[in-house]
């Protein structure tokens, strides 16, 4: 039933690190909701631009307009991961719901 890929509710914890503030690999909910998106957007930005996620009251703003241009679906988080890899290369990808979960 592909509607329950839809739903904002269902996640998948994933493995991701090293967490900088205790050098200790932690995990990151995977969801569609608005929270997983920002977490993995802060992990993404960790490693390949930490100055954009610097100032923490400019970084939640410019957040919420990519959720709102890119969030809450699996196409919006393919063209977001799409659109961050032309900028800064393909060494380091956005993870998506559509990946963790396997919904290609």
Request: aromatic share 8%; proline share 5%; hydrophobic share 30%.
């Amino acid at each position: 039933n592909m509607s329950s890929h839809h739903d904002k509710k269902r996640q998948k914890m994933v493995q991701v690190g090293p967490n900088p503030k205790n050098n200790q690999s932690h995990q990151i909910p995977v969801s569609l909701g608005k929270p997983s998106l920002r977490r993995r957007l802060e992990a993404y930005y960790s490693l390949i631009s930490p100055e954009a996620i610097k100032n923490t009251s400019e970084w939640h703003k410019k957040f919420d307009q990519i959720y709102v241009k890119f969030g809450g679906n699996f196409d919006g988080e393919r063209r977001l991961s799409t659109k961050l890899a032309k900028k800064y290369g393909g060494a380091v990808r956005l993870l998506t719901v559509e990946e963790v979960w396997g919904c290609r």
